[in-house]
Nanobody, 120 residues
Framework: QVHLAESGGGLVQAGGSLRLSCAVSGRRVRNLSMGWFRQAPGKEREFVAAITWREFYTESVKGRFTISIDPSENTAYLQMNSLEPEDTAVYYC????????????????WGQGTQVTVST
């Protein structure tokens, strides 16, 4: 059983930075596809970034967000720079071992979510 625990969300001004962490237990993070999704109020959950043998990003975060893993900490990270009010959402990390990295249905394990709020 894989357990994911996110941390690092908060309130930040536009242009600021946050780093989200996703601590993984039950399996080695290097053996998983790790993804980050977000869900804003009234909207569907959307793909943000994923990492397998390479990194994947949705267009709106390219050049601003960076996904990474640290096998020694068994943790995945999402470094978010140049944050915009449109980035405000609950961010979820997810783990998978197969399927499309873009589809929420590919991920069998989810964290509880962490709120990111970007003020103007």
């Amino acid at each position: 059983q894989v357990h994911l625990a996110e941390s690092g969300g908060g309130l930040v001004q536009a242009g600021g930075s946050l780093r989200l962490s996703c601590a993984v237990s039950g399996r080695r993070v290097r053996n998983l596809s790790m993804g980050w999704f977000r869900q804003a109020p009234g909207k569907e959950r959307e793909f943000v970034a994923a990492i397998t043998w390479r990194e994947f990003y949705t267009e709106s975060v390219k050049g601003r967000f960076t996904i990474s893993i640290d096998p020694s900490e068994n943790t995945a990270y999402l470094q978010m720079n140049s944050l915009e009010p449109e980035d405000t959402a609950v961010y979820y990390c997810a783990a998978s071992n197969s399927g499309s990295v873009y589809a929420p249905s590919s991920y069998g394990y989810w964290g509880q979510g962490t709120q990111v709020t970007v003020s103007t």
